[in-house]
């Protein structure tokens, strides 16, 4: 059982590129989440689905785009990567129902620089 | 927006001491609890969860934790710490509904053999 998958592990990017995060679970969870993590900030919405075919921003959306492609893949674009995006990236998934939210279940994440 | 705030960002503990992590939040309704922890190069995992009923929780790996509505607070203890415990906790709060979760900027804890 995969879980969460991300891709790629690693990844450094100059300035104005752009670049495609990937996400898929096997877990048939309804939601998922991209969170990004930097230092002495914990971790910080970027955008969330909570289920297919709708997405949502988050805390911190600016730079960002993401596509709901199907119930397993969940993308996350930077269409012009800056220095401020260099941080760790995390996809999750859950499948809450009603008013409690099952807990997250997380990849291995991406630690992508900018430069 | 809601909230959540941890009180010690890094916390250096001997074998066998005592740990208690604190963590508050903003929103004053009903919330879902969760503590996560993060192990040296490892992504987060779910440490344990508060919905409702008992506010005492346990979790996995001896810890657990105390949902103290009046306070605000979901406060993380484990009586006697291994040098496995080493890791970065994050505490994390959604409104119940709400599938968004918050988290706190998260505390690292160092256990000294």
């Known amino acids: 059982n995969a879980g969460v998958t991300q891709t790629p592990k690693f990844q450094v990017l100059k300035t104005g590129q752009s670049m495609t995060l990937q996400c898929a679970q096997d877990m048939n969870h309804n939601s998922m989440y991209w969170y990004r993590q930097d230092p002495g900030m914990g971790l910080r919405l970027i955008y969330y689905s909570a289920s297919e075919g709708t997405t949502d921003k988050g805390e911190v959306p600016n730079g960002y785009n993401v596509s709901r492609l199907n119930k397993r893949e969940f993308s996350l674009r930077l269409e012009s990567a800056a220095p401020s995006q260099t941080s760790v990236y995390f996809c999750?998934?859950?499948?809450?129902?009603?008013?409690?939210?099952?807990?997250?279940?997380f990849g291995n994440g991406t630690r992508l620089t900018v430069t | 927006a809601q909230s959540v705030s941890q009180h010690n960002h890094h916390v250096i503990l001997s074998e066998a001491a005592s740990l208690e992590l604190g963590c508050n939040y903003s929103y004053g309704g009903t919330v879902n609890l969760f503590w996560y922890v993060q192990y040296p190069g490892q992504h987060l995992q779910l440490l344990l969860k508060?919905?409702?009923?008992?506010?005492l929780v346990k979790g996995i790996k001896g810890f657990e934790a105390e949902f103290i509505k009046s306070k605000f607070s979901f406060n993380l203890r484990k009586p006697s710490v291994q040098w496995s415990d080493t890791a970065e906790y994050f505490c994390?709060?959604?409104?119940?509904?709400?599938?968004?979760?918050?988290f706190g900027a998260g505390t690292t804890v160092t256990v000294r053999a």
């Open positions: 999750a998934s859950s499948d809450p129902t009603g008013l409690y939210n099952s807990p997250l279940h």
């Open positions: 508060y919905f409702s009923g008992d506010p």
């Open positions: 994390a709060v959604n409104e119940r509904g709400d599938y968004k979760l918050s």
